[in-house]
């Protein structure tokens, strides 16, 4: 991609729509809209323009703004175009747009390189735009605006900082030792603040499992022998017909997953196939589908329609919470004990069900009294965030001065990759593939 370039694309969403944004970004934005709307607007005021073909055909009425650079989104001159989002009305334009010599429809996440490349974002934020726009829950929008708006690049650059006083006072203490001005034995201080920086990052790096939560949702299974109301219970938690539900055992062969809301987070229900000894091939492989994914939990609902049925979950991994659920108890018979179950519910009467969304929610992380969320919501951030408090443990180890001052620079690298500021060229292509076209 060349930054010379001048590109468009539509910005908004799907088509139709009310109001559609197209946006165009690069040197020749102010002669596309002299171009399109005769003159151009002023500066950053939404204007009412009517826009035209080169051959003067009117395509539509609607708002002109522009942004030169480098007050803009991309950081170079930029242009909005707010038209009817219908798909013809749309269409024409980016026809029109494309007609233009110099102009280029943009890539996938083209604009937020642009950004990034022209300093106005760095990684992380840009990476919080991204999960910003596919937040779908309370949560995940805290997240991602936390990251978005610059507060965790706030602490990362905060961090750098520190390192990099503490690198400056010991490559002083090194290179000019003889210096009257430089005071001996600087590392003193400088190596109790490394400890506490290692400690810092540490404590945030254990925040991620909270993050992972927050940003891909709890994992839930359903699971239990053949018709003990697994798929009755996910519908009835989806409110909706997700499975199929009969009263012949196996019907559910494969793992069916739905996403919800639950007090602000997302969380990801799995049904499974029913847990039991068979040779048929189809629900032996369900079963063994179901087992992967029970491995893979956070929780695990355990469901039995009679007493004394919840030994096939005596084969799951260790540390997962399992909870034991008794169904059909709107049924006569069986006669379920206080202590033979954590909840008792009818998915057809209702009972119950209120009592399994408050121990649910009990399995929620906790965010009371926090306005701000900034921990570590992906891999990259965490790996980066582990080579730095490893370099720092090792500065701390080694006996040699300078050995250990290199140690704080691989510290401040691994930081730095974090937000873009060193060695990012081989993560941009991954980093920006995941918006779509038009931001």
């Known amino acids: 991609m060349l930054s010379t370039d001048t590109i468009y694309a539509l910005s908004s969403g799907s088509l139709p729509a009310g109001v559609a944004t197209i946006r165009v970004s690069g040197p020749a934005t102010a002669d596309v809209l002299t171009l399109l709307c005769g003159t151009l607007p002023s500066e950053r005021i939404a204007t009412l323009r009517t826009i035209r073909t080169r051959n003067g055909e009117m395509l539509d009425r609607g708002l002109v703004l522009h942004f030169p650079a480098p007050a803009s989104f991309t950081g170079e ?27 280029r429809h943009a890539e996938a996440g083209e ?62 203490e090194l290179d000019f030792a003889d210096e009257e001005d430089v005071p001996g034995s600087v ?11 290692r400690e810092e990052i540490d404590g945030h790096i254990a925040r991620a499992g909270l993050a992972e939560i927050i940003r891909d949702g709890l994992k839930i ?28 055992a196996g019907t559910t062969r494969d793992v069916l997953a739905v996403d919800l809301s639950l007090a602000g987070f997302s969380i990801k229900l799995f049904d ?6 068979t ?36 084969g799951f991994p260790e540390g997962i919470p399992v909870i034991r659920v008794a169904t059909k108890i709107d049924r006569t018979t069986p006669s379920w004990g206080a202590s033979d179950a954590d909840i008792f519910l009818s998915t057809r009467t209702g009972e119950g069900m209120a009592e399994l969304l408050t121990v649910l929610q009990s399995y929620l992380p906790d965010l009371a009294g926090k306005t701000a969320l900034a921990m570590p919501s992906r891999k990259r951030h965490v790996d980066c965030l582990r080579q730095a408090s490893a370099a720092l443990e090792h500065s701390l180890d080694a006996g040699d001065l300078e050995l250990r001052a290199e140690q704080l620079r691989q510290a401040a690298d691994a930081l730095g990759r974090i937000t873009g500021r060193v060695d990012v060229e081989n993560l941009l292509d991954v980093i920006f593939s995941e918006f779509c076209i038009g931001k």
């Open 279 to 314: 040779e048929e091939i189809v629900e032996r492989e369900g079963i063994r589908r179901a087992r992967e994914v029970i491995a893979d939990a956070d929780l695990v609902l355990l469901l039995s329609e009679k007493p004394g049925a919840f030994e096939v979950g005596e």
């Open 111 to 172: 604009f937020a390189r642009r950004a990034f490349q022209n300093g106005k974002l760095d990684l992380v934020e840009v990476e919080g735009l991204a999960d910003l726009i596919a937040a779908e829950t309370e949560m995940q929008r805290r997240l991602a605006v936390e990251q978005s708006g610059g507060g965790q690049s706030a602490l990362y650059s905060g961090w750098a900082r520190r390192l990099t006083h503490a690198r400056a006072m010991i490559e002083a």
């Open 272 to 277: 499974t196939a029913g847990l039991r000894e």
């Open 77 to 103: 001159d930029c242009c909005e175009l707010q038209v009817h989002g219908g798909r013809a009305v749309v269409s024409a334009i980016l026809d029109e747009l494309a007609g233009i010599d110099g102009l």
């Open 221 to 248: 299974v359903i699971a239990g022998e053949p018709n003990a109301g697994k798929s009755s219970l996910l519908n009835a938690l989806a409110r909706r017909d997700i499975a199929i539900v009969t009263e012949i």
């Open 187 to 197: 590392s003193t201080k400088i190596w109790e603040d490394v400890e506490r920086l």
